[in-house]
């Protein structure tokens, strides 16, 4: 049995020189709490909407385990989050994700990501968003992305300014820290992605456009 048939997105494999792009497994799961343990912010930023980063290692490793299930047993054409585990070398360093609503007729998708601790601030961030904005130009014909940072995460402003995005506005959130903050949202277009696709290797995109109904 390929468990792809019943999951499709299982299938897709994206790839560029040393780092890869799988859908998160279970089998990915101990090697993500293990990175994530002890939480995986730096200097106390406030750098998520939910706060599934604090508390004790078994807390952090229930939390990534129900969120992984919940988007693999909610997804549907209409609506869908596709959380790819990312490994360099072969070891995982964090999780790059992408969702979507009614996906089919707005090309529209929006991400987020996180890293293990001792992988941030060295160009890894940047990789993974651009590989994977890289890729769903290319094979599924998106063309917007959308994405926020928490007021103070700078770091992942930076990750998007080198990408091509813009500011987008701004929307009131309660942070993680349970205080009232800003998210700033931004945007990026298609025909604004800088880098080259030519480095971009995909598997598996037929049978997620399959999926999806995309016809073009």
Known sequence: MNIAEYWPPFALHLSSGDMELS??????LPELATIAGGGVRRDGVQA?????????????????AQYHWNTRATLT???????????????????????A???????TVSTGSW?????????????????????FIREFGTRRFDTGYVEG??????????????????RSIVAQNGTASTEN?????SEDYPYSM????????EEVRAFLGLTD
């Open 23 to 28: 859908p998160v497994r279970d089998s990915d």
């Open 48 to 64: 998520f909407l939910v706060d599934w980063d604090s508390g004790n290692d078994a807390e952090i490793t229930r939390s990534l």
């Open 77 to 99: 054409v209409e609506s869908w989050t596709i959380e790819f585990a990312v490994r360099v070398g072969g070891e995982v360093i964090g999780v790059q994700g992408v969702s």
């Open 101 to 107: 609503q009614q996906f089919p007729l707005t090309r």
């Open 115 to 135: 890293l293990s601790k001792d992988k941030q601030g060295q160009g890894f961030g940047t990789r993974m968003r651009s590989l994977v904005v890289g890729a």
């Open 153 to 170: 995460n700078l770091a992942s402003r930076r990750v998007s300014e080198k990408i091509g995005y813009s500011p987008n506005g701004t």
């Open 185 to 189: 949202l931004m945007v990026l277009f």
């Open 198 to 205: 030519d480095d971009i290797d995909v598997s598996g995109a």
